[in-house]
T-cell receptor, first 115, second 112 residues
């Protein structure tokens, strides 16, 4: 019974396409995140939502649009994909106030390859 | 602008010996530090954390040391086991509401 699940795990697509990655958590957490791990291996925060409200929005192109239909889901939609978008995208969840209130739980990652 | 730096991309250690993974940070506002462990094709999992009011936190074989004046922390694993082979990420957090900032990770290989 996976705590944080992401779909799809692998995604290969052409430049210019639009794609979505879905994330669901069954931990009852209030806060969800999207992190990007690029070729340089850094895990960089993209977005954070608390109870469906956007609280962190790092410098991310507006081609990336997160959507949180409820606090258990945080989906990532990417328009007009570019080669530089190729990366592993990790969804995570936590209690509000993390990390001091508790750890972040990560999904297995979704590897996006843009050709 | 790397606020959290793990300057050693890899470390090889023999089983039973000590593994020491290092991490440096530049932002003096960071006051909470964590280590995450990641196996291939899995997401990172929490390992151990330390608040800036402490200089040491221990959990079984894992100990994290914090040197605030040097803006340096280290993770000690003793004794190291082959199952510890993974990528270890150092992460830091500042004021509430800000995100965890991660380093690039150090790949630890423990040989039997």
């Amino acid at each position: 019974d996976t705590a944080v699940s992401q779909t799809p795990k692998y995604l290969v697509t052409q430049m210019g396409n639009d794609k979505s990655i879905k994330c669901e958590q069954n931990l009852g957490h209030d806060t969800m995140y999207w992190y990007k791990q690029d070729s340089k291996k850094f895990l960089k925060i993209m977005f954070s939502y608390n109870n469906k409200e956007l609280i962190i929005n790092e410098t991310v192109p507006n081609r990336f649009s997160p959507k949180s239909p409820d606090k258990a889901h945080l989906n990532l939609h990417i328009n007009s994909l570019e080669l530089g978008d190729s990366a592993v995208y990790f969804c995570a969840s936590s209690q509000a106030g993390a990390p001091r209130t508790g750890e972040l739980f990560f999904g297995e990652g979704s590897r996006l390859t843009v050709l | 602008d790397q606020q959290v730096k793990q300057n050693s991309p890899s470390l090889s250690v023999q089983e039973g010996r000590i593994s020491i993974l290092n991490c440096d940070y530049t932002n003096s506002m960071f006051d909470y530090f964590l280590w995450y462990k990641k196996y291939p094709a899995e997401g990172p999992t929490f390992l151990i954390s330390i608040s800036s009011i402490k200089d040491k936190n221990e959990d079984g074989r894992f100990t994290v040391f914090l040197n605030k004046s040097a803006k340096h922390l280290s993770l000690h694993i003793v004794p190291s086991q082959p199952g510890d082979s993974a990528v270890y990420f150092c992460a830091a957090s500042g004021q509430a509401g800000t995100a965890l900032i991660f380093g690039k990770g150090t790949t630890l290989s423990v040989s039997s």
